[in-house]
């Protein structure tokens, strides 16, 4: 009797785009169809050749979200983008390696002390809790607590990246190779000082590697951020897609992707060194 369970994976990739084809459609018709006016596809139109002749200065007087020149203001968008990511990154950092020495399942003191045991287990929680909330919003209770403020932006978006940063970083000690912390302990190194020097030394490669990608992420998420106020990218695009400057608006789309590609090939060029 023929096995019908055993089936060619070209057939099971047919019939698993079948099924998202059907789940599409299904949306689709629930959601309904979008109601594009005449006007609508002009303004899409006008915005698709916009990309092609991007600004270089105001189109208006009256949208001049930089007050001083457009490129002037640009770059200091763009360099305030720059500063929230990296200062979000700095913040969390030693938040993350901290909870992930925690919470990592190899930390030799949890197998040891259940006051270990159970602040590893708070900290695994926290950890979800902090990933579980989008950047925004954080940004909008911080924004009711503390304002428009450096402070506001930097701690909306270190929050979920210490809940990210220290997961992986936790399972990345989990997954080094342990035989050298083994072989610390057999000399007659403590658990604690066989872990810090036979494990994490061996995962900060892939550590350093991670968290250079998540600048990327941390980047495009400051630039919204100015959506809420702040002054990075994502104010003055807000001002002036208002205002219907479409080509003031490909100008700073195509500064936020240039930042995006040229850290892009920075991470790219650091993990080919740390991870071989």
Known sequence: VPDLDRRPPASRGVRLLGVLAAAFLLALLTVGSPDAS?????????????????????????????????????AGAAGWTLIYAAAALTLALPLALGAALLAAESTPLTERSRAWAALATTVRSLLVVLR??????????????????SGAAVVALALPLVGTLGRVF??????VDGRGATRLEAA???????????????ALPDMAAYAFY????????????????????????????????????????????ALVLVLEAWGAALRRRCVA
Do not use: K
């Open 38 to 74: 005449e006007g609508g596809w002009t303004l899409l139109a006008d915005f698709g050749r916009a990309a092609l002749s991007p600004a270089t200065s105001f189109e208006g007087a009256g949208t001049e979200a930089y007050r001083t020149s457009f490129l002037e203001g640009l």
């Open 214 to 257: 998540r600048l990327e992420c941390t980047l495009r998420s400051s630039a919204v951020l100015g959506f809420f106020g702040f002054p990075t990218l994502g104010y003055a695009l807000r001002a002036s897609f208002e205002e219907r400057h479409y080509r003031e608006v490909w100008t700073q789309l195509y500064v936020l992707i």
């Open 170 to 175: 936790a399972e990345l000690l989990d997954e």
């Open 188 to 202: 007659g190194c403590g658990p604690v000082t066989a872990f810090l020097v036979g494990r994490v030394p061996v």
């Open 132 to 149: 579980s909330l989008h950047e925004l919003l954080w940004a909008v209770v911080l924004l009711a607590a503390m304002g428009i403020s």
